[in-house]
Nanobody
Framework: QVQLVESGGGLVQAGGSLRLSCAASGRTFSRSNIGWLRQAPVKAREFVAAISSFGNTYYADSVKGRFTISRDSRKDTVYLQMSSLKPEDTAVYYC??????????????????WGQGTQVTVSS
């Protein structure tokens, strides 16, 4: 079992930056792949970024070069640093976990545990 709590969302102007945090608890966190996924109004939930238990990182093409995912194992926390934000980045951002070897980090349905989400709004 993994419990996840996101924080750090808010309102920012286009071109600005935000850092999201995902605080995790549970014995399997260190062996879990952690992803950030987002859902905009009337759109399907989509993959944004992920970091494996080994520290490998993955990004959607739409955020590559602008977002950076990292994890602090001492704090059981995963971060998503978002820069050069665009209005199209507006969404509810979710932190999610999947067990090692469970599935594809880019596949939304392969995540087993989810946080409650945090709203990110980018104004133009």
């Amino acid at each position: 079992q993994v419990q996840l709590v996101e924080s750090g969302g808010g309102l920012v102007q286009a071109g600005g930056s935000l850092r999201l945090s995902c605080a995790a608890s549970g014995r399997t966190f260190s062996r879990s792949n952690i992803g950030w996924l987002r859902q905009a109004p009337v759109k399907a939930r989509e993959f944004v970024a992920a970091i494996s238990s080994f520290g490998n990182t993955y990004y959607a093409d739409s955020v590559k070069g602008r977002f950076t995912i990292s994890r602090d194992s001492r704090k059981d926390t995963v971060y998503l640093q978002m820069s050069s934000l665009k209005p199209e980045d507006t969404a509810v951002y979710y932190c999610a976990a999947q067990g090692p070897g469970v599935g594809n980090v880019r596949t939304v349905s392969d995540y087993n545990y989810w946080g409650q989400g945090t709203q990110v709004t980018v104004s133009s």
